[in-house]
Structure formats: structure tokens, C-alpha cells
């Protein structure tokens, strides 16, 4: 009966405090995969926020004119 071979070692490179560093790669890819998302979350935000604050304007204008 021959022997399996042993699978080679894995070999990784880690900074002094891996656990940070696999924290803030594993954000950076979060965020990278979710940049579109985010960006048109946050110009639909803006655009709400834009409208209300036009809208409230334009009452506060009726309501001082009339």
C-alpha cells in the first residue's frame, strides 16, 4: 500500500497583529465590492434631503406671503 504525500504547508504572510490586518482587508473588499450601491444610496439621500428641504422652503415662503 503506498503513502499519501503530505500537502504542502500553506504559507501566509502576516503582519505584527494579523487580526487587524484581515479586519481592514476584509472592509476594504466590503467596501469595495458595495461602492456603486453606496454611492447611489447616498445621492438618493441627497436628493430626498434636497426636495424636503425645497419643499419646506416653499411653505414656509406661502405661509409668510399670504
Given amino acids: 500500500m503506498q503513502r499519501r504525500p503530505t500537502p504542502p504547508a500553506t504559507a501566509t504572510t502576516t503582519g505584527p497583529h494579523p ?3 484581515s479586519t481592514a482587508a476584509r472592509m476594504l473588499a466590503l467596501l469595495h465590492r458595495h461602492r456603486r450601491t453606496a ?5 438618493r439621500g441627497l436628493c430626498y434631503g434636497a426636495g424636503t428641504g425645497l419643499t419646506g422652503l416653499a411653505t414656509w ?3 409668510q406671503h399670504l
Fill in 39 to 43: 454611492a447611489a444610496q447616498l445621492l
Fill in 61 to 63: 415662503w406661502l405661509q
Fill in 19 to 21: 487580526h487587524e490586518s
